[in-house]
């Protein structure tokens, strides 16, 4: 069963809108002046843009909220939305059980927050756990890791669940589960572990339960329970997401991979909430009418 740690909320707590599109009546334009106005446990959301947002570093509790990845390409939406896109993340310990869903992350993310939630995210660089009880979930893993990033491996009692790794692997990692995720390598013989020891490894899509190590580590500390060992033989054709969801369901059954569980991988990294699939506005219209703009709002669980 995941368990999923709560986030700081406050009775008191506000939304802080982010956009740095010119012209936008968003009061904030950097997640920088939203993070130095914002208070324990408030929500920033950031809109997506053409352009990142560059480098940011959070040291107080809060909940960031981005708006989802490829919304295009998996047919979410009819026009292009552009990505809340952060080049580099930083959580320092200041910031326990901050919460971080749906950007993109092109150059790596690392927190050093206890009881981090990272969620709902695309990350194209390493993401780095240097604490305790984090929890990565529902994440896609474009040719990079999910690491601690030490020599040491202690137990962490991490949450690794239901993530697609492609052309990546879970790395130094231990007393920890890690379950329901899809690993996916177009080199069969690179292994999807190295260096995890004293974990639960359990309803994993993975090509062996082998596990890379440097020759200290008791790699058979580890519990491997009800795996599925398959090699996906069409792996440069998985191009988003929704390519490996099809690809998954026929092999999986529903009971291995980031698709299945309790709590699935959610395509695009739709925020939990109502989002809008499609939007009409009329090129132009009379002077002294009304503009009428017509919304299709659709619901991710």
């Not at 996916?184 to 995890?196: M, T």
């Not at 058979?220 to 090699?231: E, P």
């Not at 390519?243 to 569980?261: H, L, N, P, Q, W």
Request: proline share 2%; glycine share 8%; hydrophobic share 35%.
């Amino acid at each position: 069963m995941l368990c999923v740690a709560a986030s700081v909320v406050c009775a008191n707590a506000k939304i802080l809108r982010v956009c740095n599109i010119s012209g936008s009546s968003a009061p904030y334009s950097t997640i920088k002046e939203a993070h130095d106005a914002a208070s324990e446990g408030d929500t920033i959301m950031v809109d997506g843009s053409s352009d990142s947002y560059g480098d940011c570093k959070i040291s107080k509790t809060l909940v960031l909220l981005g708006t989802g990845y490829w919304l295009l390409e998996n047919n979410i939406v009819n026009v292009s939305v552009p990505t809340a896109k952060i080049v580099k993340c930083e959580i320092t310990k200041e910031a326990p059980n901050t919460v971080v869903k749906g950007f993109e992350f092109p150059n790596g993310f690392k927190t050093s927050g206890i009881g981090t939630i990272v969620s709902r995210c695309l990350f194209k660089a390493d993401l780095t756990l240097a604490a305790k009880k984090c929890i990565v979930h529902q994440n896609y893993f474009k040719g990079c890791c999910v690491r601690t990033g030490q020599f040491y491996i202690g137990d962490y009692y991490m949450q690794i669940t239901n993530n697609i790794i492609y052309n990546g692997s879970i790395e130094n990692i231990g007393g920890s589960r890690i379950a329901y995720n899809t690993i996916i390598r177009d080199n069969q013989n690179i292994r999807s572990f190295s260096d995890v020891i004293t974990s639960t490894i359990e309803h994993n899509i993975i090509n062996s339960e082998g596990i890379l190590t440097n020759g200290w580590n008791d790699i058979n500390s580890n519990v491997f329970k009800d795996n599925l060992i398959h090699v996906f033989s069409d792996v440069k054709n998985l191009v988003y997401d929704a390519d490996v969801k099809t690809a998954e369901s026929a092999v999986s059954e529903g009971i291995y991979g980031a698709f299945a569980g309790e709590d699935p991988y959610v395509i695009s990294g739709i925020a939990s909430g109502p989002y809008i699939e499609d939007i009409y506005v009329p090129v132009s219209v009379e002077q002294g009418d009304d503009m009428k703009v017509t919304l299709k709002i659709g619901t991710s669980r």
